[in-house]
DNA sequence: GCTAGCCGTTAACGCCCACTAACCTTCCCT
DNA sequence: AGGGAAGGTTAGTGGGCGTTAACGGCTAGC
């Protein structure tokens, strides 16, 4: 999909703005951040955007269509790799931990600012959003054959929520973070989590 | 701190006002959502909204302590009632869900929006949402003694998380999403669920 | 060494929006 | 009855923001 002929400096400046536009927007909101703000927290300033960007709206949909794409292609590689259902959701729930940890500011902007996406990218993340929950659901009705097609994706929000938590508390450590939303995701889910750790203290 | 003496329609408006924001801004986000599209909203036009609020800003700013002084009172009132801190955290689950479910609005309103409060409303904001999480955080740690007070927060939030994700999945019936989150909040902070329903097929 | 094109600059344009001003109606209160 | 507040209206203003225009230096290839 992209062409590996562009130069190096101006791949670079793109990630650079991509990396500093998903800080801003996090903190502040899309409509909070100005160009002028954006291109000033790069080293640069107001309208080089353009050089690399079609619109401040494309700085938006390239971010959160590649952190879909990503969480899509990484759960069902993850599910893909797992030993039965309940073995996939643990997978599940650490591949989605490890994200959210690593990558606080992009799970803010996906579900804060999905509403000011241009139309286009706007769909195409609601797709890709949804194939992500289905690859949940999908593992929670193996799993419990009771469960519905709507409640299994009523679950995999659920768990999406507690683990997309962690931009509001991130406090303790990482390891202990990553521990502790394991833990809770797992019990929520109803299995077992992976390592010995059962009790909440650990 | 708010007067009696002014009269019943004002204040119907007022609330009007409050709820007509509360919706558009969870749909549209705080700035993409102008006086004019609230006003129209409300069948009033533009600036008529400055007769009842001193800016937009207030408009927000009220929404947003209102629902934190509502989240801590209750959340206080239950720990009051309850029997023991599994009681509790059962209570507040059930009075979270409850709230959740009835006010998807001001859910989304309240952690999208949050920064967007002018400063003064923020800080207040703030400070009552942490009193709440503190609500949580001690029942927690009443019933898990090895669980330290960063830890005991972050499963506050995580609660918080899951049983927020309500206005993104919304789609089965009140009744079985509020089985469903109460259920799933429970397990995932380690006590029982109140009702018969302990699997999650219900 | 000249020419292209990438990448940046500053200036300016046009729109939208929060907010104010000025004015009007309705209705309660004495 | 009549005056004033409450709650509307439309017109206007000022500022901020996204975007475009016009221009300039650097680097690379013929």
Not at 86 to 111: E, K, N, T
Not at 134 to 158: I, N
Request: net charge negative; proline share 4%.
């Amino acid at each position: 999909m992209t062409s590996d002929a562009a130069p190096a400096p101006a791949r670079a400046r793109r990630e650079q703005i991509l990396a500093t536009a998903a800080e801003l927007f996090a903190e502040r909101g899309f409509h909070g951040v100005s160009v002028a703000d954006l291109g000033a927290a790069c080293g640069v300033s107001g309208p080089a955007l353009y050089k690399h960007f079609a619109s401040k709206d494309a700085v938006l949909a390239e971010m959160l269509v590649s952190i879909s794409e990503h969480l899509l292609a990484g759960g069902e590689e993850r599910v893909a790799a797992a030993d039965g259902p309940a073995d996939a959701v643990r997978a599940l729930v650490d591949f989605h931990v490890a994200f959210a940890l690593d990558q606080p500011a992009l799970i803010v902007v996906q579900d804060r600012d999905w509403a000011s996406l241009p139309a286009e990218a706007r769909e195409r993340v609601r797709v890709l959003q949804r194939a992500y929950v289905e690859v949940w659901a999908a593992q929670l009705r193996a799993l419990d054959t009771g469960l519905g097609a709507e409640a299994s994706r009523a679950a995999a929000h659920a768990a999406f929520g507690l683990v997309n938590s962690t931009p509001h508390s991130a406090r303790a450590s990482r390891e202990r973070m990553r521990e502790l939303l394991a833990a809770m995701a797992c019990r929520a889910l109803g299995v077992a989590p992976a390592p010995a750790q059962v009790e909440m203290s650990g």
